[in-house]
């Protein structure tokens, strides 16, 4: 396949948007994220797919036949439309010609799906698609045991009383009980928060630290709510049944957030040497965002003015067993590399807030040479983050991060506080289970 | 392929052809030549006739299987040929002639492969067979709607129909002229098999030859369904109440304006008690009288009219241009309803209104509508949620840039809807269409300063918009062809019949309802009690009295309205004094449960008689009810014939379906024109002018009744 060649600084192999052939982001939504079994109790990951991909498509005032391709994600599975893609295309009076794919990347869900469509749209395959992701942790799947499982698979095939008798006998009452999906780590057991704390010992990240960056986060969130940052960003929900009650607004971020409060918070997951706090990690979250992309000169066919480009992406991948949430630290420097450009570069920098806890590990592993060396091969630290630059309207620990939703989130905020501050590079980065880092520089014409 | 193909007779193209198939089956197709649809016309049955001798004298024939090359099977009798009957007589032998042709059917075992609607003279055709095999596509159906056309089934498929669901079921197919779904008809035991259109051919081919196999007899009526009708159908007494039952129902409704219930009721009374001969010479001889009724004649007009109108672009030559997004202002019930009817038809729907609340409000009703529906198994889960992903809403204007067509639904404020119009322009592109739901503002007023008045229009809808079947659409003199062309194409799409009419106040239909309403307003100040005066106007045929009405409408929307109306006509439309008082107590009707009757959770209860001290009357004026009758009654047809003769309403057509579609008026009267042609121009002239020297100017007769009594000319001059 053709794609398009980098500038000299680019090394072999990467994913780059080269400045012939860039990946346009003209438009972005999201819901209003919310507390689990809040607001959206009564919506599914899908619902809130549809209304958002529906009011991004209404408001970008596109016509849906121009749309070729749309690929979406979500992290918790549903069991009743696996490629949630083709539900949201089908779901929302879109023209059914247009191809859909879903995609799974954890936390980097809707980071992959924005790559996915990239390269799919620098190759020619497509020419506008809407991307993104949904999760609605107020409906999981809750399945039931394996061995409960194959005895009603078997008894599907059973014909007689006696071989249906049988089968039911092989059972016993904890068989019957339904069993909740579990928040862990298949290959280790290890659940997210016990990975942070490994991180925070790792490290040398106390909880002082944690608080302090989780309060930061709140108040820079909630001044801009105030500040009105967000209007264009997030779209009203009127939820059903009863459509009676706007959601105008994240119902997570702590308007009154006082750093004292974070204090009297017992450890979440090690409960006698923690420092890992529910204040101080993101929340169980329902939402959705969307992003509406095309190459360059569609956008200017079509007569918009794109919120600006992607410039380059790169994703990472080290041994969960290790230390799970390093990814950022891995995958930036790919990034940047690709785009030719350097942390210092960055007007902004946006990382992905799983825990206060993690993005502190990140931050001192970019600023490492130590880890540089070891880790990374490279002579030279990435560099220090300044914190002007960092997460400049709080991030996933203030906002709540609906998994896969949380990628399109960071994309759209950077690019309008980019343009905002005249034009300019951004970076925005996640990790993710698994192991896995997503990193993407965006730019913004000055 | 070794088809025998047998063609009757003549060169002529014919409906009834048939092949012979290889395995013996007689494939016998109704394909009316030059016609969309196959009805039952003058030469069918003498055709179905012929094809039946060749087929009986054929011993290569085994069995026979009816299809029909259309996308109905049969949709009815044929409209001219009911209207080219001479006299009862005559109706009377078409109608035996019919039934002998198809009583010779079963002469070999015959299955209906039913794709499509088969109803009427077509549903008859179909149970005339042995056996009866339907398509499972949403679209196909049986049912009797000869009840509509003010007849009954003349070939009888009444008592055929008795035969498979009993008398009880026949009754109901025949009184209601309802259609019955495929899949519910094989439940019933209307029809015997159901399966997908693709196989539906062998279904019924290989039915038919399991028939033709010797001892084969149709199957057996389950047990609790003998039962049940050996309870109440086969002996005198059960019948008995049946009927007593089913026609004092039946009364209650039609008032005894419809000759053809009462018809229904008796012969299948006859066939219950005395069998089949006695009941089919009575069909035959009901069906011709029923013929040449008034109220049939009336009702068929209708039918015409209504089927004009589905062919009538508007007037106009221009094709309507497409509507794939449509917004609306305003997502009250109005706004709601109109989204709910097109997002059915793939039309992407935006509501906007105020603020999150009147989105939500819209949005919610909409939702309603959709669940509804798939409660009562109109639709499917899926549809509903495909359906439900063509609308949304929003406080602003995004959304409006691509919009072909905007429907504002705000309040009947003129400022308001002026504003709504140019904000409405600011956003949309040059060739959008904007169109105000106004009920009575005239549509020049509000696109007095529109930058495009040619793009503006009126699409008045009728609460509630999804239930209501009529649609009037409101030309300027600076609307553009294609945009009336384009209204009137929206709203066929959204199942409405729909009247195009000149620009004025109150239009057409909200124009003639007033001086109604008023009248029985001035029934009530002159102290006629509120239950006289709606009991006489719905025995004279109304669906509702004119006071309920008001109540359903609201006092103070009727009140609004009759304000805008009566600054445009003077005199002859102002209420009583009376109604400012009704209006000063806060009442507005059913929504605030305040109104001429009692309201109780929402359920109307009987008159609220605290309203008589109020108005300053006692409610004991004693008035023939005749007089109240003709007092309401005609304040309406003069008022409808004002407007023809300005203009406003273009035909009296056009003028009969929209006061029965949108008004109620007494379908079995026509309409206001056929009414006045069926009682005498003279007639009612005098009346008026009776009533104007008692009551004055508001009975003032129109010019046009004048002009037509002195010439003696008729509406419709083709009877």
Redesign the interface.
């Known amino acids: 396949m053709a794609k398009n060649k980098g500038n000299g600084s680019t090394p072999k192999g990467g994913a780059v948007a080269s400045s012939s052939k860039r990946v346009a982001i003209v438009a972005g939504l999201r819901t209003p994220f919310a507390k689990q079994s809040s607001a959206y109790k009564n919506l599914s990951a899908q619902d809130l797919a549809?209304i958002v991909v529906?009011?991004l498509v209404?408001?970008s005032?596109i016509?849906p036949r121009v749309i070729d391709l749309c690929v979406y994600g979500q992290v918790i599975p549903s069991v009743h439309a696996p490629n949630i893609a083709r539900e949201v295309v089908?779901?929302?009076?879109l023209p059914m010609s247009i191809d859909a794919f879903s995609v799974s990347r954890a936390c980097a869900t809707s980071f992959q799906a924005l790559s996915s469509a990239a390269e799919s749209i620098l190759t020619g395959q497509n020419q506008v698609a809407i991307v993104g992701g949904a999760d609605s942790s107020s409906d999981v799947p809750i399945t039931v045991s394996q061995k409960l499982s194959h005895a009603l698979l078997d008894l599907s095939k059973a014909k007689t009383l006696q071989q249906k008798l049988k089968i039911a006998a092989r059972l016993s009452v904890r068989d019957l009980a339904p069993v909740p999906p579990a928040i862990k780590e298949a290959t280790t057991g290890e659940s997210m928060g016990e990975s942070a704390e490994k991180m925070a010992r790792a490290f040398g990240i106390g909880r002082e630290a944690q608080d302090a960056f989780a309060h930061r986060s709140h108040s820079l969130a909630s001044e801009a709510w105030k500040n009105g940052v967000f209007a264009d960003e997030v779209m009203?929900v009127?939820p059903?049944?009863?459509?009676?009650?706007?959601i105008?607004e994240d119902n997570l971020v702590r308007h009154d957030s006082q750093l004292v409060s974070y204090a009297k918070l017992k450890p979440a997951f090690d409960r006698r040497h923690g420092t890992v706090t529910a204040g101080n990690s993101s929340p169980l979250t329902d939402g959705a965002s969307a992003l509406l992309v095309m190459s360059e000169e569609r956008a200017k066919e079509l007569g918009y003015t794109p919120l600006g480009y992607l410039r380059s992406w790169a994703y990472a991948a080290i041994d969960p067993g290790d230390l799970l949430l390093m990814g950022p630290a891995y995958a930036s420097p790919k990034a940047l590399d690709r785009a030719g450009l350097t942390l210092a570069d960055m007007t902004l920098v946006d990382i992905h807030e799983a825990f206060a806890a993690q993005v502190l590990c990140n931050l001192q592993a970019m600023g490492s040479k130590k880890f540089a060396q070891e880790k990374l091969g490279r002579s030279e630290a990435l560099g220090e983050v300044d914190d002007a630059k960092l997460n400049v309207h709080g991030g996933s620990v203030a906002l709540g991060h609906p998994f896969a939703a949380t990628g399109a989130r960071m994309v759209h905020t950077v690019l309008r506080e980019l343009r905002r501050r005249g034009g300019g590079f951004g970076l925005a980065t996640a990790c993710a289970a698994g192991g896995l880092g997503a990193a993407m520089v965006l730019e913004v014409d000055r | 392929m070794n088809e025998t193909s047998t063609q009757t007779t003549t060169n002529e193209p014919q409906t009834v052809t048939y092949v012979l198939r290889p395995d013996g089956v007689a494939l016998i197709t109704l394909d009316a030549p030059g016609s969309s649809v196959n009805t039952i016309g003058e030469a069918f049955g003498r055709e179905l006739e012929a094809a039946f001798e060749t087929i009986a004298a054929d011993d290569t024939v085994v069995a026979a299987v009816i299809v029909s090359a259309k996308k109905d099977f049969v949709v009815g009798a044929d409209i001219d040929l009911i209207s080219s009957m001479a006299s009862p007589a005559d109706a009377r032998d078409k109608s035996k002639q019919l039934a002998t042709a198809l009583h010779g059917l079963r002469r070999k075992p015959t299955v209906a492969a039913v794709h499509g609607q088969a109803l009427g003279g077509g549903f008859e055709l179909a149970l005339a067979c042995s056996a009866i095999v339907a398509s499972d596509d949403p679209r196909t159906a049986v049912g009797f709607p000869e009840v509509q056309l003010g007849l009954l089934p003349g070939a009888n498929g009444l008592l055929r129909a008795a035969d498979r669901v009993g008398l009880a079921g026949a009754l109901d197919l025949g009184l209601t002229g309802r259609n019955v779904r495929a899949k519910k008809a094989k439940s019933m035991g209307l029809i015997d098999d159901v399966c997908p259109e693709a196989v539906l051919l062998e279904v019924a081919a290989q039915r038919a030859k399991r028939l033709a196999e010797p001892g084969k007899k149709a199957p057996k009526k389950a047990l609790s369904t003998k039962l049940e009708r050996l309870a109440l159908e086969k002996n005198p007494v059960g019948r008995a109440l049946l009927f007593k039952k089913a026609r004092s129902e039946a009364m209650k409704k039609s008032r005894g304006n419809y000759p053809a219930i009462e018809h229904i009721l008796s012969v299948l009374e006859t066939y219950g008690a005395k069998g089949w001969d006695a009941a089919a010479e009575l069909e035959a001889q009901r069906f011709g009288e029923l013929v040449f009724t008034p109220a049939s004649r009336a009702l068929v007009s209708i039918f015409r009219g209504q089927t004009a109108l589905k062919k009538d672009s508007g007037g106009t030559s221009r094709d309507p241009l497409p509507v794939e997004r449509l917004a609306l202002v305003g997502g009250g019930l109005m706004g709601a309803g109109i989204a709910f009817t097109s997002i059915g038809q793939g039309i992407d729907v935006r509501i906007k209104d105020r603020d999150d609340a009147g989105v939500g409000r819209g949005l919610a009703h909409v939702r309603k509508l959709l669940d509804q529906r798939v409660k009562r198994k109109r639709l499917s889960r899926f549809d509903a949620a495909k359906r439900w992903g063509f609308v949304s809403g929003s406080s602003d204007y995004t959304g409006f840039a691509r919009t072909d067509v905007v429907i504002e639904a705000v309040f009947e404020d003129l400022e308001l809807k002026q504003r709504v119009l140019a904000e409405v322009e600011a956003v949309t592109k040059p060739s959008a269409i904007f169109a105000s739901n106004t009920s009575s503002l005239p549509i020049a007023r509000i696109a007095e300063h529109a930058k495009r008045p040619d793009r503006v229009v009126g699409m008045h809808y009728f609460s509630p918009v999804e239930k209501m079947p009529l649609l009037e659409v409101v030309r300027t003199e600076h609307t553009a062809d294609e945009v009336v062309a384009t209204a009137v194409a929206l709203g066929k799409k959204q199942g409405k019949t729909v009247i195009v009419v000149n620009d004025g106040v109150g239009f057409y239909t909200t124009r003639i309802l007033a001086p109604y309403l008023n009248e029985a307003a001035h029934l009530l100040a002159e102290g006629v009690a509120i239950e006289v005066i709606d009991d006489a106007l719905m025995a004279w045929g109304w669906p509702v009295g004119p006071m309920q009405l008001i109540d359903e409408v609201g006092i103070d929307v009727g009140a609004h309205v009759g304000e805008i109306t009566e600054q445009a006509f003077g005199e002859r439309m102002r209420p009583p004094p009376a109604m400012a008082k009704v209006l000063a107590d806060d009442r507005k009707g059913r929504k605030n449960g305040r109104g001429f009757y009692l309201y109780e959770k929402g359920k109307r209860q009987g008159v609220d008689t605290s309203i008589y001290p109020l108005v300053g009357v006692t409610p004991d004026t004693e008035l023939e009810v005749q007089e109240i009758q003709l007092r309401a009654s005609l304040a309406f047809v003069n008022e409808a014939l004002r407007a023809f003769g300005d203009g406003i309403v273009c035909s009296p057509r056009d003028g009969d379906i929209g006061a029965v579609f949108g008004l109620g008026f007494p379908p079995f009267r026509g309409g206001p024109f056929r009414y006045v042609d069926a009682e005498g121009a003279g007639k009612v002239l005098a009346r008026l002018k009776a009533y104007e020297q008692r009551f004055g100017a508001r009975f003032t007769p129109a010019p046009i009744l004048e002009e037509y009594a002195a010439q003696g000319r008729k509406f419709y001059p083709e009877g």
Not at chain 1, 90 to 93: A, K, P, Q, R, V
Not at chain 1, 240 to 246: Q, R, T, Y
């Open positions: 549809r529906k009011e209404e408001r005032e016509d089908l779901g929302t009076g009203h009127l059903g049944p009863d459509f009676s009650k706007a105008t």
